[in-house]
């Protein structure tokens, strides 16, 4: 789980439904890359917020978890770095 630079070229191959009531906007698996260096693997692209109210791009490889569990674990993740 990483946070994907604002100037990383993606391509949307589908979006996952959300349910409502939810701090993630936007779900969906895209390829990274340009078409002459792309990355061969599906990666999960997770648009939410954090507490300041700004967008996080979260880039993963868990489809198996919602989208919101990974939001979470990255907004806890990210506040134990801040610790140290």
């Known amino acids: 789980m ?8 993606t391509r949307m191959v589908y979006s996952f439904h959300l349910p409502e009531n939810n701090s993630v906007f936007s779900d969906e698996m895209v ?8 990355m061969d693997n599906d990666l999960r692209l997770i648009k939410t917020v ?10 993963t490889n868990r489809f ?20 140290f």
């Open 2 to 9: 990483t946070r994907l630079n604002k100037n990383a070229v």
């Open 31 to 38: 390829l990274v890359g340009t078409p002459q260096k792309r």
């Open 50 to 59: 954090d507490t300041k109210g700004n967008v996080l791009w979260i880039l």
């Open 64 to 83: 198996d978890l919602e989208a919101e569990e990974i939001s979470y674990m990255y907004r806890s993740r990210w506040a134990i770095e801040l610790f």
